[in-house]
């Protein structure tokens, strides 16, 4: 279970590495849409090819939360052309993340919340090397220090709430909806900071529900 758990801080380290640079290389619009739209089908095609899949209705609510994964997490498109290597990048990501819900899905009920303390243990080292070898000199402004601790926090919680639902449902459903993360943050960033939703992402909202929709029954 531990093992596990290191290798889930191992994916997600290098998925998030992957992804800022991705993003770096290129638009947010691209690169989004293509992590979070890769990092679910890799726990959705394991769980139905190895798994005894869920029913047919819920196999459509995967295919249909999918979709509004994409639409939920694309921005205003823009005309500066997309390099390759970025979308590789976010491509890899996405693979990455996918990898990480699998690999909880493998711990066992009894392990508790181990396998995350074994995870961040793993994690959170690799990113300060990786960030110490990459930035000579590391500066903290003391209230991005707050506000990254409440975000990895609430990001703690997140993944437990992952960890419990992997281990009590099938894989090819805990892991689409766990990443359809891009809504609520869409729907929090138009209630708390006024944004606008565009049309494309109230459909991928909308789709989301429905997908719930067809999931439960």
Do not use: C
């Amino acid at each position: 279970d531990l093992a596990w758990g290191a290798l889930a801080g191992i994916t997600a380290a290098i998925a998030y590495m992957l992804f800022l640079a991705a993003i770096a290389a290129g638009q947010m619009s691209v690169v989004a849409p293509i992590a979070a739209a890769t990092g679910a089908t890799v726990p959705a095609a394991y769980g139905l090819g190895f798994e005894n899949g869920p029913g047919k209705m819920a196999v459509i609510g995967i295919g249909v939360a999918i979709t509004a994964i994409v639409l939920v997490s694309s921005e205003e498109p823009t005309e500066e052309a997309t390099p390759p290597r970025a979308v590789a990048l976010a491509g890899l990501s996405g693979l990455f993340f996918g990898v990480f819900f699998v690999s909880l899905a493998f711990t066992s009920t009894d392990a508790g919340m181990w396998p995350l303390v074994a995870s961040r243990s793993v994690s959170i080292p690799l990113l300060v090397v990786v960030n110490l070898s990459v930035n000579r000199g590391v500066r903290f402004d003391r209230s991005v220090l707050v506000r990254t601790a409440v975000a990895g926090a609430m990001e703690m919680v997140a993944s437990m709430l992952i960890l419990w639902a992997l281990r009590r449902g099938p894989i090819a459903v805990a892991g689409v909806f766990g990443s359809l993360y891009p809504a609520s943050t869409v729907l929090l960033a138009w209630m708390m900071l006024g944004e606008r939703l565009r049309h494309v992402q109230k459909a991928g909202v909308f789709l989301a529900l429905a997908a719930a929709a067809f999931t439960a029954m």
